[in-house]
């Protein structure tokens, strides 16, 4: 079983930053994806960053050029950094990791931006 803690949520104004960190643990062999996917009231949740053991990133377009995302593989932790915040980027993040084909997830840390 894998357990994932996220942090870093929070209240800002746009155009600050944030950044979100979470922290994989429990009985991990191998974990091949990591990401970030978010979720608006009303909306259906959305991959926002994801990236591959080997560095490979992909983002979903309204977040390219503000958003990037990095992981550890030794400490088995993904970062998302959030530059340039907007509005519309107010969600709760979860944090996902898959391993072994099965998919895992965070709680979620709320991200506030005021306008």
């Known amino acids: 079983q894998v357990q994932l803690v996220e942090s870093g949520g929070g209240l800002v104004q746009a155009g600050e930053s944030l950044r979100l960190s979470c922290a994989a643990s429990?009985?991990?062999?191998?974990?091949?994806?990591m990401g970030w996917y978010r979720q608006a009231p009303g909306n259906k949740r959305e991959l926002v960053a994801a990236i591959t053991r080997g560095g490979s990133t992909n983002y979903v377009d309204s977040v390219k050029g503000r958003f990037t995302i990095s992981r550890d593989n030794a400490k088995n932790t993904v970062n998302l950094q959030m530059n340039s915040l907007k509005p519309e980027d107010t969600a709760v993040y979860y944090c996902n990791v898959v391993s072994w084909g099965v998919n895992y997830w965070g709680k979620g840390t709320l991200v506030t931006v005021s306008s």
């Open positions: 429990g009985v991990i062999s191998v974990i091949n994806a």
